[in-house]
């Protein structure tokens, strides 16, 4: 077990190094600026996440995509991730993060337009999409389209079930002394019996769920650190300062350099909103919308939300304590900083933030995953998935959390590879659409693209002939 662990951190840090750092920021500038800065219509992406669509063609409504699409970001990242990437990167990484998430709205937006443009109807009139499917007709490569879907099927299994199952089984048996196979046993029965149901039965679900634990999450946060007001803008000056700078630190942290904060910030910044990762345009294709735009729109929300909002408010609550310089690993970090607090009011916040934002993740990646193996081996391949992915969530509850995070890690950066060669290639049809719905005022007309008919019983990615 420590020589694959060895193995899987040495190939993390590889995929990881300077060159997926300048590809996933580049990318977010780039389209940034090609975009004319998009994330000026944050507001009225956010008017628009409200409204509904019955008459557009999908099978939930735009609310339900976004929900299901924050399910899945609004996760460990935001909680445990951040503090992670403080302990291993000092504070500047939360400085990293919140950029990750700025300019990360730009590629969410963008990913999510594409999905919608070259989404396909299933034999039993579902929609599929997603970046496998932009990749086969968007560009014309069959090839990395089946990569980006094994990498999804496999990545799932990591950010998507072990690392959400650790944190709260960690969690658990520490504020509770309940061992991690006792709540694994729960969390996988509570999953599996939503994730049986499919995408309506996840998106109800979501509905109620998230706007739950996301205004119950920020509402904590924002007390803690009214209850702590005084050290707040010596905090914001250290998180600014250690981004450039770096920040050595005493005690068991042994240093932090400016590469340690971005390398750490960027990967937990991607691992929490997921911007460039592929992954929200699969929930996004499945989306009730008259045109690309409208629904890509919606979909850039869930980055604005994710990290400019609560991984913000998180990396803020984790500075601010001071416990950061103690030498506490990521999780330990975590309880520390929020359990420091009278009247278990931290702990309280905490216990409850995790308990849903896991839980949520754990149904949201699980539709990502089902339709990325769709997509390879056809719909008689989804039930087997199924039962393995919610096994895999007791596996996860009971393994190292280094080994989990790493492995995590590791297969994003192998997702997002292929993704954002497509937004790359393909970034002329993202502003000719931009062009066509949003800058002529023109959101409410109904898309000319034609849809796209498949059989996925029958068809599958993996040796399929090239006829469509």
């Known amino acids: 077990m420590e ?15 300077w060159p997926l750092l300048i590809l996933l920021m580049g990318t977010h500038l780039f389209l940034t600026i090609r975009l004319k800065f998009i994330q000026r219509y944050i507001p009225k992406a956010i008017k628009l996440s409200v409204c509904q669509d019955d008459c557009a063609a999908g099978d939930v409504s735009q609310f339900s995509a976004l929900t299901t699409a924050l399910a899945a970001t609004i996760g460990t990242g935001n909680i445990v991730g951040v ?28 990913e999510s337009l594409l999905a919608v443009k070259y989404r396909v109807r299933t034999e039993d009139g579902t929609m599929a999409g997603g970046p496998m499917y932009v990749l086969e007709y968007g560009l014309k490569q069959k090839w990395l389209a089946v990569l980006f879907a094994l990498f999804t099927a496999i990545a799932a299994f990591g950010i998507g079930c072990m690392v959400q199952a650790n944190s709260i089984a960690s969690m658990v048996e520490k504020q509770f002394n309940i061992p991690t196979w006792a709540t694994g046993i729960v969390l996988m029965l509570l999953a599996g019996a939503v994730i049986v ?8 679900v979501c509905n109620k769920l998230v706007p739950f634990m996301a205004v119950f999450y920020v509402l904590g946060c924002l007390l803690i650190l009214i209850l702590t007001a005084d050290t707040i803008p010596a905090t914001i000056m250290l998180i600014l300062d250690s981004a450039f700078n770096g920040q050595a630190a005493s005690g068991g942290f042994a240093g932090s350099t400016m590469m340690m904060a971005m390398r750490y910030g960027v990967a937990r910044g991607l691992f929490s ?40 408010l998180t990396g803020i609550v984790i500075v601010n304590s001071g416990l950061w310089d103690q030498g506490l690993d990521g999780n330990h970090l975590t309880h520390a900083a929020f359990g420091h607090l009278p009247f278990s009011i931290g702990q309280i916040i905490l216990t409850v933030g ?24 056809g719909k008689i391949a989804i039930l087997p998935y199924r039962l393995v992915f919610i096994a895999l969530i007791f596996v996860g509850a009971i393994f ?44 409410e007309a109904d898309s000319d693209d034609p849809v796209i008919e498949i059989n996925t019983m029958k068809r599958a990615a993996i040796g399929r002939s090239e006829q469509h």
Not at 3 to 17: F, N, R, Y
Not at 86 to 105: E, S
Not at 197 to 204: D, E, F, L, M, Q
């Open 197 to 204: 149901g499919g995408i309506k039965s996840i998106a109800r």
């Open 3 to 17: 020589t694959i662990a060895s193995l899987i951190s040495k190939i993390d840090s590889i995929i990881w190094g």
């Open 400 to 443: 190292s959390l280094n080994v989990v995070w790493d492995f995590a890690d590791l297969a994003n950066g192998l997702m997002a590879i292929p993704n954002l060669i497509s937004l790359l290639l393909l970034h002329g049809v993202i502003v000719q659409e931009t062009k066509k719905y949003l800058w002529n005022n023109n959101l």
């Open 354 to 377: 995790l308990l849903t934002f896991v839980f949520s993740t754990i149904l949201g990646w699980s539709y990502y995953a089902e339709k990325a193996v769709e997509y390879l081996f």
């Open 83 to 110: 503090s992670t990437a403080v302990a291993l990167g000092g504070p500047g990484a939360v400085f990293w993060m919140w950029l990750t998430g700025v300019f990360g709205i730009a590629t969410k937006y963008a």
């Open 273 to 312: 909103n997921e911007s460039g990762l592929g992954s929200a345009p699969i929930v996004a294709a499945a989306a009730q919308t008259r045109n690309s735009v409208k629904q890509a729109l919606v979909s850039s929300t869930g980055t604005f939300w994710d990290t400019v909002i609560i991984c913000a």
